[in-house]
């Protein structure tokens, strides 16, 4: 089954402890992105990326490090957490065959940070 | 830039009534592509439909319709007979730029809230 995978589902955790969430995804797809979401503001993209070894900054990266090392995998990186940093995290891929193809999202990963 | 504009906030019907989300997009590029997509209360998002900016057809799939009108920047999405499973936050999107390759992600609209009650 076609399926981008994110865990940890939920965490919460303390301020300034570094935490990862990962990403993975069965598409082979170029594209990976991940996204914020919080009340009121929609989904704002933090990263993406366009292959292994090619990041670069979406809207919000402050606070945020990410890492292509495999085609599969794009990893969220949070060195010190802050409270600010407490939101609904999706990743997304997409071929980039296709700029405007659909985007397949994970399930989220809701982080609270205390 | 680029920018959508989901005015309302939260819509509250009650079951079997048609309910329309409105979205208001804003773009300098002649081509885009519009996007829907829904979020259940287990907080998953679904993609439901993707829209070019050449195509101007309304699009028809079950109990859902999207109007998409380039005159006034809108692709509103309709619920006819509404059912306490459509309850979710739909969210707008666009995408804009030129064709192959590009790196920006999507712009999402603020959502609405979509209450359907029995």
């Known amino acids: 089954e076609a399926q981008v995978t994110q865990n940890p589902r939920y965490l919460i955790t303390v301020t300034g402890k570094k935490l990862t969430v990962t990403c993975s995804q069965n598409?082979?797809?170029?594209?990976m992105s991940w996204y914020r979401q919080d009340p009121g503001l929609g989904l704002r993209q933090i990263y993406y990326s366009m292959n292994v070894e090619v990041t670069d900054k979406g809207d919000v990266p402050e606070g945020y490090k990410v890492s292509r090392k495999e085609k599969r995998n794009f990893p969220l990186i949070l060195e010190s957490p802050s409270p600010n940093q407490t939101s609904l995290y999706f990743c997304?891929?997409?071929?980039?065959?296709?700029?405007?193809?659909?985007?397949?999202f994970g399930p989220g990963t809701r982080l609270t940070v205390l | 830039a680029q920018k959508v504009t989901q005015a309302q906030t939260e819509i509250s019907v009650v079951e079997k009534e048609d309910v329309t989300l409105d979205c208001v997009y804003e773009t300098r590029d002649t081509t885009y592509y519009l996007f829907w997509y829904k979020q259940p209360p287990s907080g998953e998002l679904v993609f439901l439909i993707r829209?070019?900016?050449?195509?101007?057809q309304n699009e028809i799939s079950g109990r859902y319709s999207w109007n998409f009108q380039k005159s006034t920047s809108s692709f509103n999405f309709t619920i006819t007979a509404s059912q306490v499973v459509d309850s979710a936050v739909y969210f707008c999107a666009l995408i804009s730029g030129p064709t192959g390759g590009g790196a920006d992600g999507l712009t999402f609209g603020k959502g609405t809230h979509l209450i359907i009650q029995p």
């Open positions: 598409m082979n797809h170029e594209y």
């Open positions: 829209r070019n900016s050449f195509d101007e």
């Open positions: 997304a891929s997409r071929s980039s065959s296709g700029r405007y193809n659909e985007q397949f």
